[in-house]
């Protein structure tokens, strides 16, 4: 059984940078696409992209210029980091993973989510 | 906006059905096989209940279904009961590229 758990700074000013990480618990990390996933608060859900064990990434193009994700392997744990945030980036940040096979693009591992306000 | 249609909200009484709508484009939605629908309770993260149009994961009831016709896809919920009442999600692969793009949510209230 896989487990998603999440952190990080939920308080930040306009032009910093967001930053969260998720570590994954169970018997498999390797094999599966790792996302971020957004949801601002009373609003739907927004993917902001994705990566697998070997570093490989994709993007939601509104947010490539902001973004990276990284993996660390080792640790079992990838992380997303949003340069120059402002209101509009405020939201509940979810990590959430595909499980191994051929790409059928969903999500069935979920982390807890970490609220994120950008305030002056 | 979001990229994929849902009504804002659907009721139903206990032990009826309802159906929840997805409307895309022949970009996402009617190109692809890939809409998966989530639920989600207040606070809570989402949890999929169906992938690939219509295949249930393990320990989903079978009390929900999908299908999907040219541009619109659709979420079936039979035998309605209580711990039904959530937000629901549709999402779907779009273009050629890794892109997934969501519904922006329908609220189903119990009666």
């Known amino acids: 059984q896989v487990q998603l758990q999440q952190w990080g700074a939920g308080l930040l000013k306009p032009s910093e940078t967001l930053s969260l990480t998720c570590a994954v618990y169970g018997w498999s990390f390797n094999g599966y696409y790792w996302s971020w996933i957004r949801q601002p608060p009373g609003k739907g859900l927004e993917w902001i992209g994705e990566i697998n064990h070997t570093g490989s990434t994709n993007d939601n193009p509104s947010l490539k210029s902001r973004l990276t994700i990284s993996v660390d392997t080792s640790r079992k744990q990838f992380s997303l980091k949003l340069r120059s945030v402002t209101a509009a980036d405020t939201a509940v940040y979810f990590c959430?993973?595909?499980?191994?096979?051929?790409?059928?693009?969903?999500?069935?591992?979920w982390g807890q989510g970490t609220l994120v306000t950008v305030s002056s | 906006q979001s990229a994929l249609a849902q009504p804002a909200s659907v009721s139903g009484s206990p032990g009826q059905s309802i159906t929840i709508s997805c409307t895309g484009t022949s970009s996402d939605v009617g190109s692809y096989s890939l809409v998966s629908w989530y639920q989600q309770h207040p606070g809570k993260a989402p949890k999929l209940m169906i992938f690939e149009v219509n295949k249930r994961p393990s320990g989903v009831s079978n009390r929900f279904s999908g299908s999907k016709s040219g541009n619109t896809a659709s979420l079936t919920i039979s035998g309605l009961q209580a711990e039904d009442e959530a937000d629901y999600y549709c999402c779907s692969k779009r273009g050629a590229n890794t892109l997934r793009v969501f519904g922006g949510g329908t609220k189903l209230t119990v009666l």
């Open positions: 959430a993973g595909e499980s191994p096979g051929s790409r059928r693009y969903f999500f069935d591992h």
